[in-house]
């Protein structure tokens, strides 16, 4: 099975992964292109989602309250925040959009001990990672700092001709403190939108080796192994990860063959 999801070009879902479709257990996602008026219905028995406003502008009903004008942007690679809406299991959620929007939807297993939550755009942390052609910016939706039972959310914007999730990491053994065990995906957007990168999945013992080259809406899954994300010069690329393991810890391991790039770059 390749870890590559194409995006459907026409029509509302654009792409979607389940536990089922990915063969693994833990993370859930699907990315949505709304106009004005149209519905998205949010609703999981057993597991928590995550609903990311990553364009446009919605109105979301849920748990008996309603949440008015969500998100402000017209672009994911514009230089601003997201807007992000949390819903604990067995909770139904109604996304209409008041203009062209839009959405994605994160899920992982949870057995519902935390309210509906805002996660408005100033709660979320912003910080540049890397050096030269390997900067990126971060903004971290949902991280391991705040609460949610096992979804982890961060979207990533990398300038054109750069490198990304790089040096290669990996976070697929349960030996915390030194790496925790994550399932994750990869939701790519290009800009323009006629753009690709590539994104090579790949383990030590090369028995998951696989190079991938994305488009925009595409998914990549990554079940284990290093991930790095490279991108061609004249575009842009954004990504929104979701994360769930075993345990609600983001620990990861470097390619001990890349680890001379963090060092060079400390000095």
Same mark, same amino acid.
């Given at each position: 099975?390749?870890?590559?999801?194409?995006?459907?070009?026409?029509?509302?879902?654009?792409?979607?992964?389940?536990?089922? $479709? =990915?063969?693994? *257990? !833990? @993370?859930?996602?699907?990315?949505?292109?709304?106009?004005?008026? %149209?519905?998205?219905? +949010?609703? #999981?028995?057993?597991?928590?989602?995550?609903?990311?406003?990553?364009?446009?502008?919605?109105?979301?009903?849920?748990?008996?309250?309603?949440?008015?004008?969500?998100?402000?942007?017209?672009?994911?690679?514009?230089?601003?925040?997201?807007?992000?809406?949390?819903?604990?299991?067995?909770?139904?959620?109604?996304?209409?959009?008041?203009?062209?929007?839009?959405?994605?939807?994160?899920?992982?297993?949870?057995?519902?001990?935390?309210?509906?939550?805002?996660?408005?755009?100033?709660?979320?942390?912003?910080?540049?990672?890397?050096? $030269? =052609?390997?900067? *990126? !910016? @971060?903004?971290?939706?949902?991280?391991?700092?705040?609460?949610? %039972?096992?979804?982890? +959310?961060? #979207?990533?914007?990398?300038?054109?001709?750069?490198?990304?999730?790089?040096?290669?990491?990996?976070?697929?053994?349960?030996?915390?403190?030194?790496?925790?065990?994550?399932?994750?995906?990869?939701?790519?957007?290009?800009?323009?939108?006629?753009?690709?990168?590539?994104?090579?999945?790949?383990?030590?013992?090369?028995?998951?080796?696989?190079?991938?080259?994305?488009?925009?809406?595409?998914?990549?899954?990554?079940?284990?192994?290093?991930?790095?994300?490279?991108?061609?010069?004249?575009?842009?690329?954004?990504?929104?990860?979701?994360? =769930?393991?075993? *345990?609600?810890?983001?620990?990861?391991?470097?390619?001990?063959?890349?680890?001379?790039?963090?060092?060079?770059?400390?000095?």
């Amino acid at each position: 099975m390749s870890l590559l999801v194409k995006a459907a070009r026409e029509g509302q879902t654009i792409a979607r992964v389940t536990p089922a $479709s =990915a063969g693994w *257990r !833990y @993370v859930g996602f699907a990315a949505y292109r709304l106009g004005k008026d %149209e519905l998205v219905y +949010v609703h #999981e028995v057993d597991r928590e989602s995550c609903i990311v406003v990553l364009s446009g502008a919605v109105d979301i009903e849920a748990d008996g309250q309603r949440y008015s004008s969500l998100g402000s942007r017209d672009s994911v690679f514009e230089d601003a925040a997201p807007v992000a809406l949390y819903v604990p299991p067995g909770v139904k959620a109604v996304v209409r959009a008041t203009r062209d929007a839009e959405v994605g939807v994160a899920s992982a297993p949870a057995k519902g001990t935390l309210p509906v939550r805002l996660i408005e755009s100033a709660q979320m942390k912003r910080s540049t990672r890397g050096k $030269s =052609a390997n900067t *990126r !910016y @971060v903004c971290d939706i949902l991280p391991q700092t705040e609460p949610a %039972e096992s979804l982890l +959310v961060v #979207e990533v914007r990398t300038p054109s001709g750069h490198s990304s999730s790089y040096p290669p990491h990996k976070h697929d053994a349960d030996r915390l403190p030194q790496e925790s065990a994550l399932e994750e995906t990869y939701y790519h957007r290009l800009n323009p939108p006629q753009g690709f990168a590539f994104q090579r999945v790949y383990t030590d013992a090369r028995d998951l080796d696989e190079t991938l080259a994305v488009e925009d809406h595409d998914v990549v899954m990554v079940p284990r192994g290093y991930h790095p994300v490279v991108v061609p010069y004249g575009y842009d690329s954004y990504y929104l990860n979701v994360m =769930a393991g075993p *345990r609600r810890e983001w620990h990861f391991h470097n390619d001990p063959a890349h680890e001379w790039i963090i060092e060079r770059d400390a000095k």
